[in-house]
T-cell receptor, first 113, second 113 residues
Framework: GEDVEQSLFLSVREGDSSVINCTYT??????LYWYKQEPGAGLQLLTY?????DMKQDQRLTVLLNKKDKHLSLRIADTQTGDSAIYFC?????????????FGSGTQLTVLP | DAMVIQNPRYQVTQFGKPVTLSCSQT?????MYWYQQKSSQAPKLLFH???????NEADTPDNFQSRRPNTSFCFLDIRSPGLGDAAMYLC????????????FGPGTRLTVL
């Protein structure tokens, strides 16, 4: 079955860049997503990338996709304390009656002042 | 404006006492999902409705049921909560035909005493 893996923790200094990595196994993955979850809250979609793209940039966020290695990364430029949260990578295949998501275990990003 | 609303935000129940969690949406989306998220884990899909069609995940316990009386509302019923059912329950919606984004509610934190 599908598997999505992420490192559990990342700490960075305020103002530095953060890079959160994710690997997935399902070669039929069509959409790959990054969600942010703040404490006690639901998941907020940050950005997504379609599998025929290599890169997507949205303000401070840059997503890189290496389809050959099934590796996805999220770079946050100029990381702020408000970026401290858990970041989930997720993928969905093309087929299926609804957009089924398989989530990674999440990366806890801590931004140090 | 809230788009996916979950009530209550915090629910306490007793071991074995049935409990119902509520989700409503103002997006008129076709699909509604229920996820279970335990501490430090990824959200796990329990089931989803595509319009009125119910789709259960293979490993969702029979203790968990769902109802969708209309497009806007979806309920999660836990018939006999056990201590292991204590978790955050997340509701999400998506419009199948127009996109790939799931919109999440803020979640209901369930405590079982």
């Amino acid at each position: 079955g599908e598997d999505v893996e992420q490192s559990l923790f990342l700490s960075v200094r305020e103002g530095d860049s953060s890079v959160i990595n994710c690997t997935y196994t399902d070669s039929s993955s069509t959409y790959l997503y990054w969600y942010k979850q703040e404490p006690g809250a639901g998941l907020q979609l940050l950005t997504y990338i379609f599998s025929n793209m290599d890169m997507k940039q949205d303000q401070r966020l840059t997503v890189l996709l290496n389809k050959k290695d099934k590796h996805l990364s999220l770079r946050i430029a100029d990381t702020q304390t408000g970026d401290s949260a858990i970041y989930f990578c997720a993928e969905s295949p093309l087929s299926g009656s609804a957009r089924q998501l398989t989530f990674g275990s999440g990366t806890q990003l801590t931004v140090l002042p | 404006d809230a788009m996916v609303i979950q009530n209550p935000r915090y629910q306490v129940t007793q071991f074995g006492k049935p409990v119902t969690l509520s989700c409503s949406q103002t997006l008129n989306h076709n699909v509604m999902y229920w996820y279970q998220q335990k501490s430090s884990q990824a959200p796990k899909l329990l089931f989803h409705y595509y319009d009125k069609d119910f789709n259960n995940e293979a490993d969702t316990p029979d203790n968990f049921q769902s109802r969708r009386p209309n497009t806007s509302f979806c309920f999660l019923d836990i018939r006999s909560p056990g201590l292991g059912d204590a978790a955050m329950y997340l509701c999400a919606t998506s419009r199948y035909t127009s996109g790939n984004e799931q919109f999440f509610g803020p979640g209901t934190r369930l405590t079982v005493l």
